[in-house]
């Protein structure tokens, strides 16, 4: 699959057997499919800590409203799930396959939220 955001190779990374795709040497964005949310929810707080440490190409930029096409379904537009201009984190998700697409500009940021902001 390719990154719906720079369509650069996604690359499978293996976080405590949850299989998650990522954009290294690109904007640094993560798939993942509905089950494998569901998977990472039950992790113990900071085993997702490699997520937060994708390697990203220099001077990559966000462009934030731009439509991208899942790369999963590869015909279906990913709507916004969430968006926070203050943490600089998107989150967009397929409605055909349930799949997320993070963009992960701020999303280290995340970790720093309590419940209610989350």
Known sequence: MHCPACKNALTKIIIT?????????????L??????????????PRLGMPLLKIKRADGIKVYRGVEHICPYCK?????RHFFSKELDTEVNQ???????????????????MNGQQK
């Open 75 to 79: 015909t279906t537009l990913l709507f």
């Open 94 to 112: 397929c409605a055909k396959c349930g799949g997320f697409w993070f963009d992960v500009a701020g999303f280290s940021k995340t970790q720093t």
């Open 17 to 29: 057997n949850v299989q998650i795709l990522a954009c290294e040497y690109g904007c640094g964005g």
């Open 31 to 44: 798939w993942f499919s509905q089950s494998q949310v569901k998977m990472l929810e039950n992790l113990k």
